[in-house]
């Protein structure tokens, strides 16, 4: 039982390039969610999905865009990445009566 | 708006000294209350989910509890191994799914 799968681990970019981290669950969770975590400031949210074709954006959205096309995968998308988009960041899954389950996160740093 | 502020911000014990955490909160209809427990590089970690005022759970050397205002995470006699970031968050009635985080608290212990 894998859980919640991130990948790539570990990631370097250059400003402007743009990238997709993937994320993958085989729990059968409707809900999944991308959070960044920088020092000082806690896990964010920036968006989430209550199932399949559904999206929503949570605190921090602005920079990222995120899709839902199956019960399992969840991409976040950078668009043109900005040195503001160095952080860790971690996908959730959950239904609505468990508690969120992590996977071990993307370390990203952009030059 | 959901809050959490969590402290102390870090914490230093010796072996076998017990201690606790503190997660103060405001929510609008409180639906869990979670303590989480992160490793350096790694998720968050699911400890506890508490539900309302008096709840108690326990697990190995940790005891979580649960007031109106906040909940408490209790240490007794701790040890090298339970050194990590202990998270707190809550789920307002606002949503079957989000979480609002604190910001953690940093706990060492010294052997």
């Known amino acids: 039982n894998a859980g919640v799968t991130q990948t790539p681990k570990f990631q370097v970019l250059k400003t402007g390039q743009s990238m997709t981290l993937q994320c993958a669950q085989d729990?059968?969770?409707?809900?999944m969610s991308w959070y960044r975590q920088d020092p000082g400031m806690g896990l964010r949210l920036i968006h989430y999905?209550?199932?399949?074709?559904?999206?929503d954006q949570g605190e921090v959205p602005n920079g990222y865009n995120v899709s839902r096309s199956t019960t399992e995968d969840f991409p976040l998308r950078l668009l043109s990445a900005a040195p503001s988009q160095t952080s860790v960041y971690f996908c959730?899954?959950?239904?609505?009566?468990?508690?969120?389950?992590f996977g071990d996160g993307t370390r990203l740093s952009i030059l | 708006e959901d809050q959490v502020t969590q402290s102390p911000e870090a914490l230093r014990l010796q072996e076998g000294e017990s201690s606790s955490l503190n997660c103060s909160y405001t929510v609008s209809g409180l639906r869990g209350l979670f303590w989480y427990r992160q490793d350096p590089g790694k998720g968050p970690e699911f400890l506890f989910t508490?539900?309302?005022a008096g709840e108690e759970k326990e697990k190995e050397r940790l005891k979580a509890t649960l007031t109106k205002k906040e909940s408490f995470l209790h240490i007794t006699a701790p040890k090298p191994e339970d050194s990590a970031t202990y998270l707190c968050?809550?789920?307002?009635?606002?949503?079957?799914?989000?979480?609002?985080f604190g910001k953690g608290t940093l706990l060492t212990v010294n052997p």
């Open positions: 959730a899954s959950s239904t609505s009566n468990q508690p969120q389950h």
């Open positions: 968050a809550v789920k307002g009635g606002g949503s079957n799914y989000k979480l609002t």
């Open positions: 508490l539900y309302s």
């Open positions: 999905s209550v199932g399949a074709g559904i999206t």
């Open positions: 729990m059968n969770h409707e809900y």
